[in-house]
């Protein structure tokens, strides 16, 4: 019986969905046998099974990046190696500042062995990801986190969106945005990338062929909430969205 749980969304793009959350760990090809593995997730059997299925590809991980700070976004298992482990230069300080914080939600879960490799990262010189692989654009923004970055592969047509734009979770703003102005600018940031991409992966969630749809769902709920309008979304049913509504609704109702 087969192990392999990455699936070919695309040539050249991989995807695994943990099953926590939806989360989603992608992997991109560069070609000439390198792997660059983005936010793997999640239990100890998930992460070890991402460079198993690498290896059934006949590939090796040159790189990672984690997409932001949360503590599910900066995993790694031994397996992957030792390996540069990009981040933006905001989410490399802060978690440089704050590792023992950042992680602690993730020792409830993982091996010792695990949470030592935990929050790692190395912070990227430019907007460019530094691999053999082709042009793959780095978009950075405040939204859902500071420093929070996508990755655009620009000849694959595929954005990595990291925790925006997700159809399961509703727009999930930085503890310190208060008025859902951040997370506005963070989407406006992301708006050319989403219309170039032909697929758009969430770091939980469902990939897309249809981004510009994501988008727009999220433009929709933040723009009623914003008018104290009555928000009719799907994902207002999903575990923990009326929690996080609610404080979307206070946000909105702050002074700007
Ligand atoms: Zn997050």
């Given at each position: 019986m087969s192990t392999t749980r990455l699936t070919e969304l695309v040539p050249g793009v991989w995807v695994a969905t943990a099953r926590e959350y939806d989360t989603i760990s992608t992997v991109l090809l560069d070609g000439v046998g390198g792997a660059?593995?983005?936010?793997?997730?999640?239990?100890?059997?998930?992460?070890?099974?991402?460079?198993?299925?690498?290896?059934?590809?006949?590939?090796?991980?040159v790189a990672g990046v984690a997409t932001h700070e949360h503590y599910d976004h900066v995993l790694w298992h031994a397996a992957l190696g030792q390996v540069p482990r990009w981040t933006s230069r905001t989410t490399a300080g802060t978690v440089a500042a704050h590792r023992a914080e950042v992680i602690a939600p993730a020792a409830q879960f993982l091996t010792p062995d695990l949470l030592d490799l935990a929050g790692r990262l190395d912070p990227?010189?430019?907007?460019?990801?530094?691999?053999?692989?082709?042009?793959?654009?780095?978009?950075?923004?405040?939204?859902?986190?500071?420093?929070?970055?996508?990755?655009?592969?620009?000849?694959?047509?595929?954005?990595?969106?990291?925790?925006?734009?997700?159809?399961?979770?509703?727009?999930?703003?930085?503890?310190?945005?208060?008025?859902?102005?951040?997370?506005?600018?963070?989407?406006?940031?992301?708006?050319?990338?989403?219309?170039?991409?032909?697929?758009?992966?969430?770091?939980?969630?469902?990939?897309t062929a249809e981004p510009m749809r994501r988008y727009d769902a999220d433009m929709r709920y933040l723009t009623a909430l914003l008018a104290h309008e009555r928000v009719d979304d799907p994902r207002l049913a999903n575990p923990g969205m009326a929690d996080l509504h609610a404080a979307n609704v206070r946000r909105a109702s702050a002074e700007q």
């Amino acid at each position: 019986m087969s192990t392999t749980r990455l699936t070919e969304l695309v040539p050249g793009v991989w995807v695994a969905t943990a099953r926590e959350y939806d989360t989603i760990s992608t992997v991109l090809l560069d070609g000439v046998g390198g792997a660059v593995v983005i936010d793997p997730a999640w239990h100890p059997d998930e992460l070890a099974a991402i460079p198993a299925d690498l290896a059934e590809l006949a590939v090796i991980c040159v790189a990672g990046v984690a997409t932001h700070e949360h503590y599910d976004h900066v995993l790694w298992h031994a397996a992957l190696g030792q390996v540069p482990r990009w981040t933006s230069r905001t989410t490399a300080g802060t978690v440089a500042a704050h590792r023992a914080e950042v992680i602690a939600p993730a020792a409830q879960f993982l091996t010792p062995d695990l949470l030592d490799l935990a929050g790692r990262l190395d912070p990227l010189a430019d907007a460019l990801l530094p691999w053999r692989g082709t042009p793959v654009s780095v978009v950075t923004h405040d939204a859902h986190a500071p420093g929070h970055l996508a990755l655009l592969h620009e000849e694959a047509g595929v954005l990595i969106a990291g925790d925006m734009l997700s159809d399961v979770e509703l727009p999930m703003p930085a503890d310190d945005d208060v008025t859902l102005e951040v997370y506005l600018a963070g989407l406006a940031a992301l708006r050319e990338s989403v219309g170039r991409a032909r697929w758009l992966i969430p770091g939980h969630g469902t990939p897309t062929a249809e981004p510009m749809r994501r988008y727009d769902a999220d433009m929709r709920y933040l723009t009623a909430l914003l008018a104290h309008e009555r928000v009719d979304d799907p994902r207002l049913a999903n575990p923990g969205m009326a929690d996080l509504h609610a404080a979307n609704v206070r946000r909105a109702s702050a002074e700007q």
